[in-house]
């Protein structure tokens, strides 16, 4: 089943046409690499692939309920209207996870009541234990790790956790909405020259993540 079709696309500047006729399928699980030298259309075709950007003629159509994600080449601009810390914006990746947390915890409290009734806590636990195990199935103890080791990953280690998003580099921008994007996990990551923000390690690194 295919994730993402396009069809006949084009993209012209008035007589001259940068491409014409791309038609593309991309199915489940697929790797696909876009490689050319530079000027020929690769960037404009990714902005078209993941909506950014309409073609001049053809049309793009995603599979219903599919989610896209999309690494621009410099994200200098990314962040431009967020306040959060480094740390802080990976955990809103998480918000369901961290309200059913909160939940939990508000629930344990009830629990620690001695003067509950004895049916109002069976009661209590019972929801608990469901609660619980759908929390735990979504990965609810897991999440502050998997931010962590990607942060580490792309080079990002504890001392840049606390810093302001807009005290960044473009690079560490990039990297950061890089780790966003891998903790996000959307059903389709179109990424354009990632390794440019990136050492040695984390080029290494993240060929790794993203096949696991």
Do not use: C
Not at 20 to 48: E, F, Q, Y
Not at 67 to 91: H, I
Not at 94 to 117: I, N, T, Y
Not at 154 to 167: D, E, F
């Amino acid at each position: 089943m295919s994730i993402l079709n396009a069809n006949d696309l084009g993209v012209s500047y008035g007589a001259f046409d940068l491409f014409r006729g791309i038609t593309v399928s991309i199915a489940n699980d697929s790797k696909i690499g876009l490689i050319g030298p530079n000027g020929v259309g690769k960037t404009t075709l990714l902005l078209i692939l993941a909506g950014i950007n309409p073609p001049t003629v053809g049309q793009v159509s995603i599979a219903r309920g599919r989610r896209l994600g999309y690494l621009r080449q410099e994200a200098v601009d990314a962040f431009a209207d967020r306040a959060n810390t480094v740390y802080s914006e990976m955990q809103t990746v998480f918000a369901d996870l961290q309200e059913q947390q909160k939940l939990l915890h508000e629930m344990e409290a009830r629990m620690a009541d001695s003067g509950l009734p004895d049916e109002e806590l069976e009661s209590l636990l019972e929801e608990y234990g469901r609660r619980q195990q759908d929390f735990e199935q979504a990965g609810g103890y897991e999440y502050d790790t998997r931010i962590q080791q990607t942060l580490e990953g792309l080079g990002l280690g504890k001392k840049h956790w606390h810093m302001p998003l807009n005290h960044l580099s473009g690079g560490q921008k990039t990297r950061a909405l890089l780790a966003r994007l891998l903790l996000e996990k959307p059903d389709l990551l179109m990424l354009d020259e990632p390794t440019n923000h990136l050492d040695m390690e984390a080029v290494e690194w993240l060929p790794h993540t993203l096949d696991s």
